[in-house]
T-cell receptor, first 113, second 113 residues
Framework: KAGVTQTPRYLIKTRGQQVTLSCSPISGHRSVSWYQQTPGQGLQFLFEYFSETQRNKGNFPGRFSGRQFSNSRSEMNVSTLELGDSALYLC????????????FGPGTRLTVT | DQQVKQNSPSLSVQEGRISILNCDYTNSMFDYFLWYKKYPAEGPTFLISISSIKDKNEDGRFTVFLNKSAKHLSLHIVPSQPGDSAVYFCAAMRMDSSYKLIFGSGTRLLVRP
């Protein structure tokens, strides 16, 4: 069974631009969560989607948004990029919403210059 | 507000010895605690979990201990192997409407041959 895939793996953007990251969960998994990892901060929860509905949201500004499609694939969008948005963005999938056993993708490394 | 803390950013142990990674938390309402392992350029991998009603869970070389009165958990790896060298994240979760994984900042373990 294929794992969680994220595209692109690396991205360089300029301040003020917007970016869209994509995540394909493990086949059969219906829940997708997004995390931001920065040095010294660990992984910070962004949001979780289940059956195309946002179930939970972390403490991030409205510039961070996401959506989930009917095939469970998810996208995350960041508008008006700031230098502080440079991070590794990780997507995790699980069979059901609220599952503690999540399977992570390799992440998208976003650099904002 | 760091609800889950890993106060040791790094740990170095000799191969064959015990590795002990520590984690403290502040929210007594957490239902599950988990450990994830992360290699460079890969997403975190679920390692082991423990329910808040237990005080110990063992899986092969990995044992997690939970001390609820001290709001402390630890991961013991015995014996440590060079392949265990990675960043270990402690995480906690509540199984209610606010379900989301809250991660610590990670501890980098180096197992010396």
């Amino acid at each position: 069974k294929a794992g969680v895939t994220q595209t692109p793996r690396y991205l360089i953007k300029t301040r003020g631009q917007q970016v869209t990251l994509s995540c394909s969960p493990i086949s059969g998994h219906r829940s997708v969560s997004w995390y931001q990892q920065t040095p010294g901060q660990g992984l910070q929860f962004l949001f979780e989607y289940f059956s195309e509905t946002q179930r939970n949201k972390g403490n991030f500004p409205g510039r961070f948004s996401g959506r989930q499609f009917s095939n469970s694939r998810s996208e995350m969008n960041v508008s008006t990029l700031e230098l502080g948005d440079s991070a590794l963005y990780l997507c995790a999938s699980s069979l059901l919403a609220g599952s503690y056993e999540q399977y992570f993708g390799p992440g998208t490394r976003l650099t904002v210059t | 507000d760091q609800q889950v803390k890993q106060n040791s950013p790094s740990l170095s142990v000799q191969e064959g010895r015990i590795s002990i990674l520590n984690c403290d938390y502040t929210n007594s309402m957490f239902d599950y605690f988990l450990w994830y392992k992360k290699y460079p350029a890969e997403g975190p991998t679920f390692l082991i979990s423990i329910s808040s009603i237990k005080d110990k869970n063992e899986d092969g070389r990995f044992t997690v201990f939970l001390n609820k009165s001290a709001k402390h958990l630890s991961l013991h790896i015995v014996p440590s192997q060079p392949g265990d060298s990675a960043v270990y994240f402690c995480a906690a979760m509540r199984m209610d409407s606010s379900y989301k994984l809250i991660f610590g900042s990670g501890t980098r373990l180096l197992v010396r041959p």
